[in-house]
């Protein structure tokens, strides 16, 4: 009996001293991902910008440590936006940081941490994207296959056209085309259902920007379609203000046909309240005028190869119509 009794009181001392080695490391654990978490909110990174015209209206909103891989910490920032629409939208940017000897740095995330890249299809995309990614892409392709669908059934898009194919990249130094994307994880994860819907939106509105492009050519009348297309759908995007133009130091309809750097959104936005004219003005087809883009080498060529009517009287018309 004696024994017995021994027996138990070594076993729970034993057990004792393993819960107590055990809470020690948990803490100690705990107090090394605080300290990077700390290091993180007092050193804080330039805020990146999730979706377009989102500005920063509280930079540290929550910051927490959330993992580790090795001796490298993950740490998550979460910041409030305020959105195009004016709506206060929450996205979080995981970053890593690693002790270097008197404090911590900052160091891109562990590879281990994306997992194996994935080529993910839709019926009208194509989605390349770290294993990470995954489930927010399978909620992308179900956003963005309608968005195209609905979108080739007005413009007769060739075959050659789809599917789409869009790309999150980990590396922020890598070269970009259009539809390449940074993953969200270095720009700001939506989280909540508005901040998601507006992100995936966001994305979609750039794929008819680009389809639209591949038909006509990079200029403000080949966006002037998407941007058309893009308010029919009731996308999120920075659609140019053509309630704003006057009549009063406008360029002519003309003039805009060659600018593309950087989306001008003074000649986009000309470019689309012409369009919006012109196409309320005749009986053209809305796919023939856009595939007449890439076949004119002029405004005046475009013009009459898309049938939209007689270029002075458009454009006397049109200006009329702003005053």
């Known amino acids: 009996m004696k024994k017995s009794i021994l027996v138990t009181l070594i076993l729970a001392g034993i057990f004792v001293v393993i819960a107590g080695i055990a809470a020690a490391r948990m803490i100690a654990v705990a107090n090394y991902m605080n300290s990077a978490a700390q290091y993180a909110s007092s050193h804080l990174a ?3 910008q999730p979706i377009v015209g989102a500005k920063v209206i509280n930079p540290k909103l929550k910051v927490s440590s959330d993992a580790y891989y090795g001796d490298a910490v993950e740490v998550q920032i979460t910041r ?10 929450d ?13 911590w740095k900052r160091i891109a995330p562990p590879e281990n941490y994306w997992g194996a890249i994935q080529n993910t299809q839709g019926d009208a995309v194509t989605v390349i994207h770290p294993q990470r990614d995954a489930k927010l892409v ?25 599917p789409v194919t869009i790309t999150f990249v980990t590396d922020p130094t890598a070269r970009r085309d259009p539809l390449t994307f940074l993953a969200p994880q270095l720009t700001g994860m939506p989280m909540s259902k508005q901040a998601n819907d507006d992100y995936l939106s966001n994305i979609a509105a750039e794929s008819l920007i680009t389809l639209a492009q591949k038909i006509g050519f990079d200029s403000p ?20 203000d053509i309630k704003a133009l006057t009549d009063t130091a406008l360029p002519r309809p003309s003039e805009v046909w060659a600018i593309n750097a950087d989306r001008s959104l003074f000649a986009d936005s000309v470019a689309l309240s012409f369009l919006n004219f012109a196409l309320s003005k005749t009986f053209a087809s809305e796919a023939d005028a856009l595939k007449a883009l890439s076949a004119s080498s002029s405004f005046n060529e475009w013009i009459v190869k898309a049938k939209l009517g007689d270029l002075a009287d458009l454009e006397s018309s049109w200006l009329q119509s702003l005053k």
Request: charged share 20%; glycine share 2%; aromatic share 16%.
């Open 91 to 103: 996205f979080a940017v995981t970053y890593f940081y690693q002790p270097n000897g008197v404090g």
């Open 221 to 240: 009348y080949a966006r002037a379609f998407a941007y058309r297309e893009i308010q029919k759908q009731n996308l999120y995007a920075d659609i140019p």
């Open 80 to 89: 409030r936006y305020q959105s195009l629409y004016n709506l206060d939208q």
């Open 46 to 48: 330039d805020s990146p």
């Open 138 to 162: 399978s909620n992308l392709i179900k956003v963005i296959d309608p968005v195209i669908f609905n979108a080739c059934a007005k413009w007769n898009c060739a075959a050659d056209l789809k």
